[in-house]
């Protein structure tokens, strides 16, 4: 059984988390843990017609944020790694700082100092300094910043088609084949 850990952040773009999640739950042989900030819960309900519960439904197993004792903050509970869609500033800023104070960090922090596959789907634009650097160190750490930013080469048609190209995108890092998009074949 192959195990992804999930964190959905309050920043704007649940869609993308929700989406992650209902791919992941159709691929068998896939365990997913989730994590959902308290202000992911808001987002989602601002932004989707999909209420919490039923976005917590899609994973195999749901952790509070307060439960810094839950399996998924210790190393030595194996997993193939994790993904934060979407990733606020915020929790951007204190993975990049390792300020554990919440499980969706502290899983992130695991996933970091077990050298395990940590994607992080930033949103926020512009960028300043301070959001660069945070991606910088993040990255030096050895995680991977994958915004959403989408390709059209594959002339997407709908904004489905968009969210799912960036889906994909996460899958690729984690080696899991999907059919979310087309791939550039060359002319």
């Known amino acids: 059984m192959n195990r992804i850990v999930v ?3 309050g920043a704007s773009g649940a869609i993308y988390g929700v989406r992650l999640l209902e791919t992941l739950s159709s691929i068998e042989g896939i365990e997913t843990h989730l994590i959902l900030s308290r202000a992911a819960r808001i987002i989602i309900e601002h932004e989707t017609s999909v209420k919490p519960e039923a976005v917590e439904d ?3 197993v749901v952790h509070s944020p307060e439960n810094l ?3 998924v903050s210790s190393g030595s509970f194996k997993t193939q790694g994790m993904i ?3 990733c606020s500033m915020k929790s951007l800023s204190m993975i990049a700082n390792s300020i554990n104070d919440n499980l969706l960090v502290r899983a992130a922090d695991v996933t970091l100092k077990e050298r395990r596959r940590l994607v992080l789907i930033v949103r926020e634009t512009p960028l300043h300094l ?3 650097r945070h991606m910088t160190a993040v990255t030096e750490m050895g995680g991977i910043i994958l915004p959403p930013v989408p390709s059209f ?3 997407p ?3 489905d088609d968009i969210i799912n190209q960036t889906i994909g995108k996460v899958l690729d890092q984690f080696d899991i084949p999907h059919q979310l998009f087309s791939r550039w074949m060359g002319e």
């Open 157 to 159: 048609k709908t904004i």
């Open 130 to 132: 301070g959001h660069l």
């Open 84 to 86: 934060v869609a979407p």
């Open 58 to 60: 899609l994973a195999d």
């Open 69 to 71: 004792a839950a399996c």
């Open 153 to 155: 080469y594959h002339k």
């Open 7 to 9: 964190g959905l952040s």
